[in-house]
């Protein structure tokens, strides 16, 4: 079993994880305004509805087998 990834393979698992990335500080930062805006029950708020989002992400990183 090789580990070896060609060039494109590459680009491709960077591109993925900046995806990632920005997604999970989308996250954070919708968490830091709910909390400015309506305080503890903000973080409740928008804590719930990222389950989703997150579910969503887990399926995708497996190759999509949900």
């Keep these: 079993m090789s580990t070896k990834l060609t060039p494109a393979e590459k680009a491709a698992e960077a591109r993925a994880e900046k995806i ?8 954070v930062a919708a ?3 709910g909390f400015l805006i309506k305080g503890v029950a903000g973080v409740g708020l928008v804590a719930l509805a990222t389950v989703p989002v997150i ?5 995708t990183m497996a190759g999509g087998k949900g």
């Design 31 to 33: 968490l830091v305004v």
């Design 55 to 59: 579910y969503l992400l887990l399926v």
């Design 20 to 27: 990632a990335f920005m997604i999970m500080g989308a996250i």
